[in-house]
């Protein structure tokens, strides 16, 4: 057979993508109002201080926990905390 | 996005803001998280803060209460096929079909490989891949595991024999996987434990602004393998640096899964990814009791190692601010615009030539340097009176002090210090406590500093930002070679 014409099998570099097992997302809420809504700030202070303003004077029956960061790694709530958490808001993600 | 998976399969419902060009990345991070529909919102990176909150801050309350799609309420598994086997046919169409592009989208806006770095490369049949494996004695179906416990990377503690997770997609791979990558690559045999020890790094190729890869050999395979180590040996022309980077970025690619724009958000890239870069340390230009770079993280003196190093991240690559015949003239006769500048006119060296460099170097760049110098300068500091490499790596650290006033003037520490909230090293007093004429480092260990002693006779050194004390808490990190022969 002409070298041209002959077949090879060529392997594929890719990673092995492990099985996933995906989940739903949580239920969402029934309301707003009365809710302990966490705001986890990661960076981004020009988006981040004036969404925390906003959120505390439209929202004030929520109960707003905050927790801050200037870098991508949030400051994670705790197992306890998270018991009393109804809903989070994260960002600025990048 | 783990975090954002752990609330949500704890049953409290979550909304990400992101920046709007990110889509891609949160998507593909949320697959690998176990939560492919996690909600999300656009972010602006130009409108002012309350202007951009405006926009969406009702859509973004919405998404906590807004009930759930059928899509957002499945559960399964995530599971692609993988074939081992990528393409059979002629040597002509296997070219065309490794060199295949695709579109993508915001904010690359162009067509990029698939499965190369947009280079031709040597297409790996099972005969060549079967040759490449023929350097190492680890079994083709072997997962690439950690040699070592090694301390947390990436905020995850990993063990001697734990498979190793590659950067971004988290993907694991074999031994025959990274052989590929090495065929692609253009390397030989005799190269693959250093590609495999690279792929042991987990091939973190971070994410935005100029994050540069380099591997750094060091030990008795720079010459066992043929490296240069000599002029020109950040360019073009050899047949074992040249590849061993390439391999590298080809690995980044296809066993990480790091794709430009997608998840490897540079605004620029680097040309130094470009085809990759791997250095050789010149252990015969060490100055006596100077150590090698394997020494320096614990090897032994006969050990093979390569050192994996972020760069860029705070700058990038200098080099050359001063003549080769300017140079020569401080040495020789203390002489020209060096020796004007050091105060040592008509005075012959040797001379210090680090202080035409330090500090004016940190005017606009923090964090500690990585200095490729040639033996010749590396020998002239050591006449000087750095009789080790750490001698200079002090004295660089030293040179970095500055007042808090000026340090808060730079863009980096409102990052690295978080937003000022954290404690000052030296002081151990936190920052918004520190006057602004208390004098803290601009380098935050001498240990941050690094010499490879490499290059040709033509006087001059290049300096990294960075090195290996890498980004964010990737630690310091040399990995054996000789564990992968």
Known sequence: MPE???????????????PVKTFPLAPRLDRIDGKTI?????????????????LKMDYPNVNWTVKKSYTPNPVQLSEEEMKTTDAVILGVCW | MPYIAKLEKAGIPTVLID???QHNMVREEALASGVPKVRFMPASRTLAGPEDVDKWIQPLMDALTRPLTDEEEESGQFSPSQNRVLFEGTSEKAQEFYQQTRFIPRPVNAELAVYTDGFPIVVPTEERVAEMLKGTSHRPDELIAY?????????????KGDPVRFQPRLFTATVEKAAVNAVMAGCKPEHLPVVLAIAETGLTTGTTNFPTQVLVLSGPIVKEIGLNTGCGHLGPGSRVNGPIGRAFQLMALNLGGAIPGVNRMSAHGSPMNNGGMCIGENVDGLPPGWKGLNEEHGFRKEESVVVFMTIGNHGGILGHEFSPGGYRALQKSGHGGMARRLGVKGTPGPHNWLEYLFPRIFSVLEGGFTLIMIPEMARHLYEIGFKSKQDVYDWIYKKSFETVGEYRSRSWPDLTTNGWMGREKTSGKPWKELSDDYMVPVVNDPFDNCIIVAGGEEEGCIQLTGGRAGFGDLPSAAYSIDKWR
Not at chain 2, 147 to 159: F, I, N, Y
Request: with cysteine.
């Open chain 1, 4 to 18: 041209k014409e002959k077949v090879y099998r060529c392997l594929s570099p890719i990673g092995i993508q492990l």
């Open chain 2, 19 to 21: 920046l709007e060009d």
């Open chain 2, 147 to 159: 040699q070592e416990d090694r301390p947390v990377r990436l905020r995850v503690e990993s063990c």
């Open chain 1, 38 to 54: 966490h705001l986890s700030i990661c960076g981004e202070p020009d988006i981040t201080i004036a969404l925390e303003r906003r």
